[in-house]
């Protein structure tokens, strides 16, 4: 049995707790894709070794040795098990698809896949995501965070009655 | 002292409070529910602003926390690493990141926690999201000078309007607020008209 979700006005006071502990104690705030950025070098650089350590933009990941060795990769490792604890304690854990009910579930994936490119993209255009730049940057009342987020939920608005039969 | 400006975020201890900050970070996530794909694309549709209220309600406490504890002394606002406010890439990088959000039902530390749930759509994202993020790489050194450019919006938006940092926290609350009444009204309006 399911159990139901927190309130979001108290999750979001914990979340941004969460993210003020980061700024005090790190320093720095919160960041998902950065991880996810070194997660895929370290998996290129398997195979493709030279390729990855010439090209200009993630060359210098490497000079410190190995790119995994970075805060935003342990800090993803542990909002996966932050994840899984929360999860597990509420009963919310199982394999599946998730999908709108008359949705396909192959075309959900090929949409995951799109989906999570365009996202891939866009953070390294904007340096950083919903974590890192719409959420930490905007804690710090950053110009550039206000924008990001504006034009993020702008362009998913505008395309969400296209896909609609994905989720409703 | 923090551990970005002592240079320690990739020392050992760095990495190991990065790791708990993390495991805060999908703690909350999941239980605000967005461990689910469904219940974070329901913005779109107006059926459920959770992801405002938490984002907002996020924001708000940390931003009035940090100017607090800036003002009191306790935290050197200017000791932080904030990532470098760029406007042209980020209006385009924020545009082509929504369609990927809507598209794809999650953003990079939710599907994190979708993965954490179990669902497998959000480990196929995360596998875009590692794919685009390389693919960038690839374009990066042909996009010229469009990375640095619009460097005029640099900063902070207080500093921008030529306000204090407090004020700028509590303009923002007053802004959250606002939202949540907004976001609350078309919530009930929604369920009325189309009940489920």
Same mark, same amino acid.
């Given at each position: 049995m399911q159990k139901p979700y927190w309130n979001p006005y108290v999750a979001g006071a914990g979340l941004g707790l969460t993210l003020l502990v980061s700024y005090v104690v790190l320093g720095t705030g919160l960041g998902a894709s950065g991880g996810i950025t070194r997660i895929a070098t370290s998996a290129a650089h398997a195979i493709a070794p030279a390729a990855v350590e010439h090209n200009a933009y993630l060359g210098g990941y490497f000079a410190d040795g190995n790119p995994l060795a970075y805060y935003l990769v342990t800090m993803f490792a542990g909002t996966l098990l932050g994840g899984f604890l929360s999860a597990f304690a509420a009963g919310r854990t199982g394999l599946q698809i998730e999908r709108g009910p008359t949705a396909a579930p192959g075309l959900r994936l090929v949409l995951a896949l799109l989906g999570g490119a365009l996202a891939g993209i866009g953070a390294r255009f904007a340096l @950083?995501?919903?974590? @890192?730049?719409?959420?930490s940057g905007g804690a710090m009342l950053q110009t550039g965070s206000f924008v990001f987020t504006g034009a993020c939920f702008a362009a998913a608005f505008a395309l969400a009655p296209l896909v609609r039969q994905e989720w409703r | 002292m923090n551990l970005y400006a002592n240079d320690l975020l990739g020392s050992p201890i760095g990495l190991l409070l990065s790791l708990l900050v993390g495991t805060g970070f999908g703690f909350w996530l999941e239980r605000a529910g967005f461990g689910s794909s469904r219940k974070l694309t329901a913005i779109f549709y107006l059926r459920d602003f959770a992801v405002l209220k938490v984002m907002f309600a996020a924001m708000v406490t940390a931003a009035l926390g940090l100017q607090a504890l800036g003002a009191l002394g306790y935290v050197d606002l200017a000791s932080l690493y904030v990532p470098e406010s760029i406007l042209w890439p980020q209006l385009v990088g924020g545009l082509v990141f929504g369609l990927g959000f809507v598209a794809g039902g999650w953003c990079p530390g939710t599907a994190a926690v979708g993965l954490a749930s179990g669902k497998l759509d959000a480990l196929i994202f995360l596998l875009g999201a590692g794919i685009g993020s390389l693919a960038f790489a690839g374009m990066q050194p042909h996009l010229g000078d469009f990375l640095h450019a619009g460097t005029c919006a640099i900063g902070s938006l207080p500093e921008r309007l030529g306000v204090s940092g407090p004020v700028g926290a509590l303009a923002l609350l007053v802004v959250a607020l606002a939202a949540f009444v907004g976001a609350t009204k078309v919530e009930r309006i929604m369920s009325k008209r189309n009940p489920a």
């Open positions: @950083g995501c919903t974590s @890192g730049q719409a959420l | -």
